[in-house]
């Protein structure tokens, strides 16, 4: 099987601050993500996509920051070649924000099943 890449993917980006750190995980002593780590795993997730040339972004904004601060942490030259667009949604710091921004997002057909026009990661 072949892979092409799209002449322009969109990667959507949902993290919300309130996953894996639910009470499930806390009585099973499953692992819990910190906000730290999720700006970890953005940082590391940007970095590499743009290694193979995937700089844009539609993006569930949330208030504690998490892609904000992950992004002011790259380099000047990463920050001027990304393309980060926030999807218009009002926040409430609940998981209604990450069921909005999905809907939000299905519209701009970001909802595809495997790697055909673009990718919806979810942290």
Known sequence: MIFVMPRNPVIGLVVNPQAG????????????????EKMNIVRKLVMTLLDFGINRYLVMPEP????????????EDVLREL???FVPIRVTGTWVDTYNAMWSLYPLGLLVRGLIHTMLLGI
Do not use: K, M, W
Not at 64 to 75: M, N, Q, S, V
């Open 83 to 85: 393309d980060v667009e």
């Open 64 to 75: 504690d920051g998490i892609i904000e601060t992950a992004l002011r942490t790259l380099p």
């Open 21 to 36: 750190r639910d009470i499930r995980r806390l009585i099973a002593y499953a692992s819990v993500f910190d906000n730290s």
